[in-house]
């Protein structure tokens, strides 16, 4: 056998050389022998990691920051490895860790994801954490009236619309987009992309036809960014990203253009106080909430987001239970939003309905101790790990097929679905949701009250523990909307882009106007255009 020394320095070769199967297996067996440094474990932590062995990964990075308490990286890393197990709660205390040790606002915006997960806090309680380190990302340089010039143009000039955001392509922000930006460019908004999207797509390709100038910036530094957009000299901008993955909010918190808006990207409160709006509709944002936001909410007449299903998806197949013989539940939600509560809560649902089968997908279920954790947490609740089927992976349209071996979906909860939600009644699959807690909380009931399924729509999880039992002992109820809902959902307002698209601008248009006439930002409502 080789030295741990040998070892060691083939897996730093192997990671060099981009063989990092080899690199993680070279690790592996020097360092479970002992030794090692502190970088090693890290070094191993991130490789495992990518390879979707999460649980593992946690391992290597509390082994990395035990040996080196000074690092804060391997506390950062922990804590993302966390959320996407579903330990949001012990997560943030890893984020809390890295930002003592020097982590940078990276870690911060990683924090306040992280809240939106926690299932102990209130609504209040993960606005107070925003609000207190909303201020981290800097104060504007510039205000609303340092764009004069542009305030003097001609009312009649296009309005121009800068798009900020790293998920340009096959990812919620761009199919939320696809039915849009054409409508808005043919109403006459000149559409500007600041895309730093990492591996560009097929939606890619269909954002960019809308857009009179898309510019590349991938890897550009912010003060390169920030120039660009200065000089194209936008009206609004919209920060498609708020404090996920790649954002670019020290850039938005500078102010680049008289009015910043928030959209579909965060679901929360930047906290920062360059952004000025955030758009809702009246179920993510009812009055009561407002308080939660440093930004003003402009509330949309129907939800807050359109969606559009994807081209030749077809009719839906038959419903599995009466070929099965059983009911199948399923959730194709990422594994961040299910923590114990609501594998308590389901477990509670398969049990009392007899042979049913609960079917998750999501890429993370290709850790294997992921999956053996799922199943012991049934199987110590008296259900056959037979009746739990995980898939890991997928392209999204392998994901959306799903549902043809799904009869009735299950939301989480305090942060439900999104994307799925809409995915799921698409093809004809009822989602069995909670009216939650707060913006995140609260997203598949605006979605399903605007595809007229607000009658699948609970207010507490007793009720939604019963109302999954009911449904699945209603099976002709099931087929009625499994055959109905993919024909009739393009004419519900969640999915009539052309009325959506309508509201935007007039949307668009009000909060330009009142910057035209130097008011304050301010909450409105938008008029529906019926």
Known sequence: DQDNATLLRKARLDIALGRETEAAEAFEKALSRGGGTARDCFDLGVLLEGRQRLLDAVIWFERAAAKDPKLFEPHLNLGRARVRVGESSAAVVDFDAALARGAGLAAVSDRLLALNYVPELSEADVAEEHFRQGAAFGKEIRSPDDFETLRQESSEAPIRIGILSPDLRSH???????????????????????????????????????CSAWRECLGVPDSRVESLVLADRPHVLLDMSGHTARNRMTLTARRLAPVQIQWIGYAN?????????????????????????????????????????????????????????????????????????????????????????????????????????????????????????????????????????????????????????????????????????????????????????????????????????ERANDPSRLATLRRRLPAELASTPLCDADRFTAHLARALRHIVQRWRDGESPAAFEVASID
């Open 172 to 210: 919620p922000i761009g199919w939320f987009l696809r039915p849009l930006l054409p409508r808005l460019s043919a109403m006459g908004f000149e559409l500007l992309a600041y895309s730093s999207t990492p591996i560009p797509d097929s939606v890619t390709s269909d954002l960019r036809p809308a």
């Open 269 to 469: 409160t930047t906290a920062v106080s360059a952004v000025d709006f955030t758009i809702g509709d009246p179920i993510e944002t009812p009055p009561h909430a407002h308080r939660f936001f440093s930004e003003s909410i402009v509330t949309m007449p129907d939800a807050y987001a359109c969606y559009e299903a994807p081209p030749g998806l077809g009719a839906a197949g038959p419903l599995p239970c009466l070929t099965r013989g059983s009911v199948t539940f399923g959730s194709l939600n990422n594994p961040s939003k299910i923590h114990p509560n609501v594998l308590e809560v389901w477990a509670k649902i398969v049990r009392d309905v007899p042979k049913s089968r609960l079917l998750l997908r999501y890429q993370t279920y290709s850790d294997p101790k992921l999956r053996d954790r799922y199943l012991r947490f049934f199987e110590e609740r008296g259900i056959d790990p037979g009746r739990i089927e995980m898939i890991a992976g997928g392209t999204p349209q392998e994901a959306i097929a799903t549902y043809e071996a799904i009869d009735i979906a299950l939301d989480t909860f305090p942060y439900s679905g999104c994307t799925t939600t809409c995915e799921s009644i698409a093809r004809g699959v009822p989602v069995v949701a909670m009216r939650g807690r707060g913006f995140p909380g609260r997203h598949s009931a605006s979605f399903l009250s605007n595809a007229s399924l607000a009658d699948w729509v609970n207010e507490d999880l007793d009720r939604y523990a019963e109302m999954a039992i």
